[in-house]
C-alpha cells in the first residue's frame, strides 16, 4: 500500500496530503529541507551539515536554531513518526512519502488514464534558494542523474500521444524535449508529426530542415531513414525544400487542424489496427456513427498518420 503523502520534485516541488490537498509552505527553505531529506532518506545526518546546506551564512547556533524551527514546521505536516530526530541527527524514514521520482525510475509513466500521467519536468525546475550554493551543487547532481530517465519518460509520453491523436499535447511535449536535448530525433518526429495533423507541414519541413543542418554540423551525423522518408513524403506533396528558409512559422492553433476531443479511444483502435495491417497481417476497420460526429475528422488524422 502506497504512502498517502506524495512529494512532486518533477518541476516545482509540491507536497499533497492523502486527500489531494496541496500543504503549503511559507519559507522555501523548509521545502528544499523536505526534499533533501526524502531523497536521502533512510540515513541519519548531522544537524551541523543540514544546517551548512541551507543556511551557510549563519553562524552554527543560528544555523541550528533555523533547522529546529524548520523541522517542528515539517513534522506536523508529514505522517507520524516520518521524522526521528536527535540532539545531533535528523533521520526521514523510507517509504513515508510517495514520491514522483520513485514512478520515473520505475518507469510508471503512464496510468489509467490521462490523469494518471506523469508530469515529466527537470529536478526543482526553477527552484533556487540563492544563499545556499551546496543545496544548488546537490540539486544540479541530481539533475544530471535524471536526465536519462527524462528523456526516456518524455519519449514514451510522445508515443501514447501519437497513439491517441493527441497532437497537441504531443507537440508540447517535444518542445519539453528539446529543453533537455536540443538534438533529440524522437521530439523533431514529434514536431513534424503535429504540424502535419494541423495542416502546416510547410512548417515541418522547415523544422526538420534547421535540425538536420545543426545534426551534421555539431555531431557530424545524418537523419534516420525514417526522418528521411517522412521529410521526402512532404516535399512530394508540393513543397520543394529549396524554399524552407523563407517560410514563417505558423503556430499550431492557427493552422488548419480541426478539433479533436474525446475520440483518443476510437483513435487508438484505429492506429492499432493500422499497425497490425503494417506486420502483414491483413485487417479491416468500420468507422460508424451519427452524422456530425467527427468520423471524418477521426479517419483523416489517421490517413495523415499513416502517409508519414
Request: net charge positive.
Given at each position: 500500500?502506497?504512502?498517502?503523502?506524495?512529494?512532486?520534485?518533477?518541476?516545482?516541488?509540491?507536497?499533497?496530503?492523502?486527500?489531494?490537498?496541496?500543504?503549503?509552505?511559507?519559507?522555501?527553505?523548509?521545502?528544499?529541507?523536505?526534499?533533501?531529506?526524502?531523497?536521502?532518506?533512510?540515513?541519519?545526518?548531522?544537524?551541523?551539515?543540514?544546517?551548512?546546506?541551507?543556511?551557510?551564512?549563519?553562524?552554527?547556533?543560528?544555523?541550528?536554531?533555523?533547522?529546529?524551527?524548520?523541522?517542528?514546521?515539517?513534522?506536523?505536516?508529514?505522517?507520524?513518526?516520518?521524522?526521528?530526530t536527535t540532539r545531533d541527527y535528523v533521520t526521514m524514514h523510507p517509504g513515508?512519502?510517495?514520491?514522483?521520482?520513485?514512478?520515473?525510475?520505475?518507469?510508471?509513466?503512464?496510468?489509467?488514464?490521462?490523469?494518471?500521467?506523469?508530469?515529466?519536468?527537470?529536478?526543482?525546475?526553477?527552484?533556487?534558494?540563492?544563499?545556499?550554493?551546496?543545496?544548488?551543487?546537490?540539486?544540479?547532481?541530481?539533475?544530471?542523474?535524471?536526465?536519462?530517465?527524462?528523456?526516456?519518460?518524455?519519449?514514451?509520453?510522445?508515443?501514447?500521444?501519437?497513439?491517441?491523436?493527441?497532437?497537441?499535447?504531443?507537440?508540447?511535449?517535444?518542445?519539453?524535449?528539446?529543453?533537455?536535448?536540443?538534438?533529440?530525433?524522437?521530439?523533431?518526429?514529434?514536431?513534424?508529426?503535429?504540424?502535419?495533423?494541423?495542416g502546416d507541414r510547410l512548417t515541418a519541413l522547415r523544422v526538420y530542415e534547421?535540425?538536420?543542418?545543426?545534426?551534421?554540423?555539431?555531431?557530424?551525423?545524418?537523419?534516420?531513414?525514417?526522418?528521411?522518408?517522412?521529410?521526402?513524403?512532404?516535399?512530394?506533396?508540393?513543397?520543394?525544400?529549396?524554399?524552407?528558409?523563407?517560410?514563417?512559422?505558423?503556430?499550431?492553433?492557427?493552422?488548419?487542424?480541426?478539433?479533436?476531443?474525446?475520440?483518443?479511444?476510437?483513435?487508438?483502435?484505429?492506429?492499432?489496427?493500422?499497425?497490425?495491417?503494417?506486420?502483414?497481417?491483413?485487417?479491416?476497420?468500420?468507422?460508424?456513427?451519427?452524422?456530425?460526429?467527427?468520423?471524418?475528422?477521426?479517419?483523416?488524422?489517421?490517413?495523415?498518420?499513416?502517409?508519414?
Open positions: 500500500m502506497k504512502p498517502g503523502h506524495e512529494l512532486r520534485c518533477l518541476g516545482q516541488p509540491h507536497l499533497f496530503s492523502p486527500t489531494g490537498e496541496l500543504i503549503r509552505f511559507r519559507t522555501k527553505k523548509h521545502l528544499a529541507l523536505l526534499v533533501y531529506l526524502a531523497i536521502e532518506t533512510g540515513r541519519p545526518h548531522r544537524r551541523d551539515g543540514l544546517g551548512e546546506l541551507l543556511w551557510p551564512k549563519a553562524e552554527l547556533p543560528e544555523a541550528r536554531h533555523s533547522l529546529a524551527t524548520a523541522l517542528s514546521i515539517l513534522r506536523p505536516r508529514l505522517p507520524t513518526g516520518a521524522l526521528e513515508q512519502v510517495a514520491l514522483d521520482l520513485e514512478r520515473l525510475g520505475e518507469k510508471e509513466i503512464l496510468g489509467p488514464d490521462t490523469t494518471g500521467w506523469l508530469t515529466v519536468a527537470p529536478f526543482l525546475d526553477g527552484f533556487e534558494i540563492p544563499d545556499a550554493p551546496e543545496f544548488a551543487m546537490w540539486k544540479d547532481r541530481q539533475q544530471g542523474r535524471l536526465l536519462p530517465k527524462l528523456r526516456e519518460a518524455l519519449v514514451a509520453l510522445i508515443d501514447r500521444n501519437r497513439r491517441t491523436g493527441q497532437s497537441r499535447h504531443m507537440e508540447d511535449l517535444a518542445d519539453r524535449l528539446l529543453l533537455l536535448d536540443d538534438l533529440s530525433e524522437e521530439a523533431i518526429r514529434a514536431k513534424m508529426e503535429a504540424r502535419a495533423w494541423a534547421d535540425w538536420k543542418s545543426r545534426l551534421q554540423q555539431e555531431l557530424q551525423a545524418t537523419p534516420s531513414a525514417l526522418l528521411e522518408a517522412m521529410a521526402a513524403r512532404m516535399r512530394r506533396g508540393g513543397w520543394e525544400s529549396t524554399a524552407i528558409r523563407d517560410i514563417p512559422v505558423v503556430p499550431l492553433d492557427r493552422g488548419r487542424e480541426r478539433p479533436f476531443i474525446g475520440r483518443a479511444r476510437e483513435y487508438t483502435q484505429l492506429y492499432a489496427t493500422w499497425e497490425t495491417l503494417r506486420s502483414g497481417r491483413p485487417i479491416h476497420s468500420i468507422v460508424l456513427g451519427d452524422s456530425g460526429v467527427g468520423k471524418t475528422t477521426l479517419v483523416e488524422r489517421l490517413t495523415t498518420a499513416a502517409s508519414l
